[in-house]
């Protein structure tokens, strides 16, 4: 993986390396989606853009900030 890859998506590259401890992710296995714990940053991350997914993560009452999210209904 290059450099420019990993800019790309940094946020979910980063949940699934790093930071593992820090974040929540979707039961999938390899999981598609995670955010870091609301204690810890309001940052998600997604695989490949997914509204399904979008929302697997979103928990009630909560904010998360995306880079270039799909349009999602409530």
Not at 42 to 52: K, Q, V
Request: net charge neutral; aromatic share 8%.
């Amino acid at each position: 993986m290059s450099t420019i890859d990993l800019l790309d998506n940094p946020v979910w590259y980063a949940i699934n390396s790093v930071h593992t401890d820090l974040a929540l992710q979707t039961g999938e296995h390899p999981p598609k989606a995670g955010r870091y714990r609301p204690e810890i940053s309001s940052f998600a991350g997604i695989e490949t853009p997914d509204a399904l997914r979008y929302r697997a993560i979103l928990q009630p009452r909560s904010n998360a900030l995306f880079r270039n999210p799909p349009s999602v209904t409530p």
